[in-house]
C-alpha cells in the first residue's frame, strides 16, 4: 500500500540510542512487507550485539536522573504522547495496517487502544504508594517505599505494532525505568514512529534521552542474549509465544531477572444451552476475528451445549461469510491477510488435518486467489478435541466447533490445555458465572462479550500463557521494587 505522505517522509528505520537515530553497527538492514500484497515497504537497520549493549549503557546511563525525576514530570511527559498519538492516529493507523495487515478501522481502534495505555500510565505515575506502620512487635516502624527496578528490556510480537509496546513502555516510564525495546522483525515501523513522538518530548522537556531506546534485529537472540546477561539490565518484559518465554526466563536465570511474561493462548469460547445466541454470534466474530484471528485472545476453542450448536454454527456460518476478505487498506475490508506465508501454510495445514480427522467445513478452508497471505474465513464443525485446531493455538481465521453436554464437561474441556490467557462464556445465569469464574483456569473470563482488553484492567495469564500483568495497578508493579526501611 502507499503510506500517506505525512507519515511516510516520517518513519525512523535507524536505531535509536541515547536520542539519535543510526544505522546498524554491522550497516546491513532488513526489509520490512506489507503483508497484503507481500510488496517491500522499509528497510531497516539491522541490530547486533554491539547496538544492543550501546543502548543498555545509554538506558543504564539514563536512569538515575530518569528514576530521580518528579512523578509529576513523567506524568506530563506521557500525556503529552498519549495527546500526540491520538492527533496523529489517522497515519499511525496506515502504518499499523501497512506492515501487520489489519483493516484500517481496526487499526484505528488499536491506536486508541495503545494510547489508552499511555494515558492511563500518565494519570497512574502520580499514584503509588508505599506503606508506613508500626511492627507488630512495637520494637520499630516500618516504611516500605516502591522504587523503580531499573533498565528494561521490552520485546514485542509483530500482532499489534502500537498496543504491545505502549502496554509496555508506558508503565515502564511512569515508574521511572530506562527503556531497550526490541520490537517485532516484522512490524518495527509503528514502534520506532511512536518512539520518535516520545524522544522529540524528551527532548523538548530538557529530560534525559536515553530513556528510551529502540534496536530493531532480523536476529531477536543477538539482542536478548548479550543484554540477559548484563548485571545492568534488570528487567525483562517480553510478549510473544510460549516458546520463546520459556527459552527467555531460562536465560534470565543467571542474573535472576524480574520479568513479566504475557505468551500464548488457547481461548475457550462458551456458549451455554441459556446464551442469547445472536448475542454469542456477535461476540464470536469479534472474539475470533480481530486480525484475522491473530490474537492471543482469539478464540480458539468453540465449545457449544449441544442443543443449541446447531443453531450457533449455523449463524456463525452465516456472519462469516458477510466478512470481506482484502487488502487491510482497501474500503469495506474487514479481514486482512494472516502476517506472512509460513502462517498461511500452517493455517491450512492444520484445517486439512481436521477435516481429514472428521470434521466438517461449513464455509472457508480454502486459500482466496489473490496477492498476500490470505486464508478464508473458516468455520469447521464435528470436530474432534484431539485435533491440533483445538489443542493448539491456530492463530488464523478458523472456529472449530465442538459440543459438550454439561457445564462440567465444558469446564473440563476448557481447562484441557497447557494454556490459560482469556476465557469467553456467554450465560444468563449469574450463578453459573461466578462458579466459571473459580473453574475455569484462566487469567481473564469475558463474560457475554468478546473483548476484554482495558488499559485499566489487569491482562494476563497463568500456566503456559505467562507470569504478571499488563494494565490497571498491576501493569506498573512489573516495573517497581519495595524496599523496606527498618526505623
Ligand atoms: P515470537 O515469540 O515468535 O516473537 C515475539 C518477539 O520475540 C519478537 O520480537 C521476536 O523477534 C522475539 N524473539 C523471537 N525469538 C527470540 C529469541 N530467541 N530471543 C529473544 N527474542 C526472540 O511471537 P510472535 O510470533 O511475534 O507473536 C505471536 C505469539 O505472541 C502468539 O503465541 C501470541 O499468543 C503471543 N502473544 C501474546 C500476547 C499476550 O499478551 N499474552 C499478546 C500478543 C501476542
Not at 99 to 119: H, Q, T, W
Not at 349 to 366: H, I, N, Y
Not at 419 to 437: E, K, P, Q
Not at 451 to 456: G, H, K, N, Q, R
Amino acid at each position: 500500500m502507499t503510506l500517506p505522505p505525512t507519515v511516510a517522509a516520517h518513519v525512523p528505520t535507524g536505531i535509536l540510542i541515547d536520542g539519535a537515530w543510526r544505522p546498524a553497527g554491522s550497516g546491513r538492514t532488513f526489509s520490512v512487507n506489507d503483508p497484503g500484497t507481500t510488496e517491500s515497504l522499509f528497510d531497516v537497520a539491522d541490530g547486533g550485539s554491539e547496538d544492543a549493549l550501546d543502548a543498555l549503557t545509554a538506558a543504564s546511563d539514563a536512569f538515575p536522573q530518569w528514576r530521580a525525576t518528579a512523578p509529576r514530570v513523567r506524568s506530563e511527559l506521557l500525556r503529552a504522547v498519549f495527546e500526540t498519538i491520538t492527533a496523529r492516529t489517522e497515519d499511525i493507523a496506515a502504518l499499523v495496517t501497512a506492515e501487520g495487515g489489519k483493516p484500517l478501522a481496526e487499526s484505528r481502534a488499536e491506536v486508541a487502544y495503545g494510547a489508552d495505555y499511555i494515558r492511563w500510565y500518565a494519570e497512574q505515575a502520580v499514584r503509588f504508594e508505599g506503606l508506613a506502620r508500626r511492627a507488630p512487635s512495637g520494637a520499630n516502624h516500618q516504611l516500605v517505599l516502591r522504587r523503580a527496578v531499573g533498565p528494561a528490556l521490552l520485546i514485542t510480537p509483530w500482532n499489534f505494532p502500537i498496543a504491545m509496546i505502549a502496554r509496555k513502555v508506558a508503565p515502564a516510564l511512569a515508574a521511572g525505568c530506562s527503556v531497550v525495546i526490541k520490537p517485532a522483525q516484522l512490524t518495527p515501523l509503528t514502534t520506532a514512529y511512536v518512539a520518535e513522538i516520545i524522544r522529540a518530548e524528551l527532548a523538548d522537556r530538557g529530560l534525559p534521552t536515553g530513556v528510551i531506546n529502540v534496536v530493531p534485529s532480523a536476529s531477536a537472540r543477538s539482542i536478548s542474549g548479550p543484554l540477559l546477561s548484563d548485571p545492568r539490565l534488570r528487567k525483562l518484559s517480553f510478549t510473544g509465544s510460549t516458546e520463546v518465554g520459556s527459552a527467555l526466563l531460562k536465560a534470565s536465570a543467571d542474573t535472576v531477572l524480574r520479568t513479566s511474561m504475557e505468551l500464548g493462548g488457547n481461548a475457550p469460547f462458551l456458549v451455554f444451552e441459556d446464551a442469547d445466541i445472536d448475542a454469542a454470534v456477535t461476540g464470536a466474530v469479534q472474539a475470533k476475528m480481530r486480525n484475522a484471528g491473530q490474537t492471543c485472545v482469539a478464540a480458539n476453542r468453540f465449545l457449544v451445549h449441544a442443543s443449541v450448536a446447531e443453531e450457533f454454527t449455523a449463524a456463525l456460518t452465516v456472519a462469516f461469510d458477510k466478512l470481506v476478505v482484502g487488502h487491510g487498506a482497501d474500503e469495506g475490508t474487514t479481514v486482512g491477510p494472516l502476517i506472512e506465508q509460513a502462517a498461511v501454510d500452517r493455517v491450512d495445514e492444520v484445517v486439512s488435518e481436521a477435516v481429514d480427522g472428521g470434521a466438517r467445513v461449513r464455509t472457508g478452508a480454502e486459500r482466496p486467489d489473490r496477492p498476500g497471505y490470505f486464508y478464508a474465513p473458516t468455520v469447521l464443525d464435528r470436530v474432534s478435541p484431539d485435533l491440533r485446531v483445538i489443542t493448539e493455538e491456530t492463530f488464523g481465521p478458523v472456529a472449530p466447533v465442538v459440543t459438550f453436554g454439561s457445564e462440567e464437561e465444558a469446564v473440563a474441556l476448557a481447562n484441557s490445555t497447557p494454556f490459560g490467557l482469556v476465557a469467553y462464556a456467554y450465560t444468563r445465569d449469574i450463578a453459573r458465572v461466578l462458579r466459571l469464574a473459580e473453574s475455569v483456569d484462566t487469567g481473564m473470563l469475558g463474560v457475554n462479550r468478546g473483548l476484554v482488553s482495558d488499559a485499566s484492567a489487569p491482562f494476563g495469564g497463568v500456566k503456559s500463557s505467562g507470569l504478571g500483568r499488563e494494565g490497571g495497578e498491576a501493569g506498573m508493579e512489573e516495573y517497581l521494587e519495595s524496599v523496606y526501611v527498618a526505623i
